[in-house]
């Protein structure tokens, strides 16, 4: 399938559901609204209110703090995983030793530690980076780790019997194979990375979309809130279409869906 023919289906997908929306929250069924506007809003009310934000400038400043927060969670988060990944996969028995530490803190709920960072970090910036953190390092950090171990044998035999060194290995097996377990990790970390920032927002500040969100939510407009939701959601596409495009220049060498390079 072409990438014209795809983005077609995909915004096709999007039309059909706003319009069914806009037509299940004010065109009465058997005498009946299905989606009540007090509790649904609708798309007309939804993105009137995101034109109102951008027209007036408003939403600039909390887009500004959370995507610094969501950059900076993402980055610190990501380079974390890869690191003690790629450690723990080089060394078993630190792995081993650590194993159980590491099931323990990921166990914890990320909600409960929020008010934690708050009193530790403050409400400022750091608190929210902290939180989306402790969601990214974990996804990346348990990918790399499977990534390095999934190496197969065979080719790190061959790579020795050949006369490479150990950082030869690493630069041309062990990377490479870890990869695309990292890249694929990154994907989903892009979204967890920016529901740290915002539920950060939520819990205690005094700006974001979080904040937006929060404040919309207090007064029962439905509106406000899912048009923060609606900005959020393109907000985390534009950045996984960003790790996309690193994705294709460093993995030049993978395979495309329909077999050419």
Excluded at 69 to 76: C, P
Excluded at 211 to 233: P, W
Excluded at 240 to 248: A, K, M, N, P, Q
Aim: glycine fraction near 10%.
């Amino acid at each position: 399938m072409s990438r014209p023919t795809l983005l077609a289906l995909q915004v096709l997908v999007a039309v059909v559901c706003i319009v069914l929306w806009q037509v299940l929250s004010t065109v009465p069924v058997f005498g009946k609204i299905l989606l009540p506007p007090f509790f649904f809003s609708n798309p007309f009310d939804v993105f009137s209110q995101i034109v109102k934000w951008f027209a007036s400038g408003v939403i600039w400043k909390h887009l500004g703090i959370t995507l610094a927060e969501s950059i900076l969670a993402f980055v610190i988060g990501s380079l974390g995983g890869v690191l003690v990944g790629f450690w723990f996969a080089r060394q078993p028995l630190v792995a081993a030793v650590f194993d159980p530490y590491v099931k323990m803190v990921n166990a914890l709920p990320r909600v409960v530690l929020a008010p934690i960072f708050a009193l530790w970090l403050g409400l400022g910036i750091w608190s929210k980076v902290a939180l989306g953190v402790t969601l990214v390092f974990f996804i990346v950090f348990f990918n790399v780790y499977q990534g390095v171990k999934e190496v197969s044998r065979t080719v790190l035999d061959n790579g020795r019997m050949l006369g490479m060194s150990e950082r030869q290995l690493m630069q041309h097996v062990y990377w490479p194979s870890a990869l695309s377990w990292m890249f694929s990790s990154l994907h989903t970390s892009v979204g967890f990375a920016v529901v740290g920032a915002v539920v950060g927002e939520y819990l205690g500040s005094a700006a974001g979309l979080g904040y937006l969100i929060q404040q919309a939510e207090g007064v029962f407009d439905v509106a406000g809130v899912f048009a923060g939701m609606f900005v959020l959601s393109a907000f985390v596409i534009l950045i996984d279409y960003g790790v996309t495009l690193v994705e294709r220049r460093l993995l030049v060498w993978r395979p495309t869906v329909d077999g050419r390079g």
